[in-house]
């Protein structure tokens, strides 16, 4: 171990995941893996870009709304100022 770690508590945390039986972010349960859906951050993105709504729940519309336009102004930059 590196100098200064000895005393380092590592904690595990448990994971998040969509969950479909309750239309929203909760922590995964290994015994109804089916149930569940993992969002990375790059299909939240791919999602964000092509201005696709994720699964009901799982962000608050304000907060994606914002990630959406982000996006759009991306584009629009890129288009010279012109909308997509």
Known sequence: MAPGLE???ILPFRVAAYDK???GMAFFDPSRPQDFIFISGTKMR???KNNE???DGFMCPGGWKVLVEYYDSLDQAENGGVPA
């Open 21 to 23: 039986t309750k239309n």
């Open 7 to 9: 005393r380092l508590n």
């Open 46 to 48: 791919t999602l964000a």
């Open 53 to 55: 709504n994720p699964p």
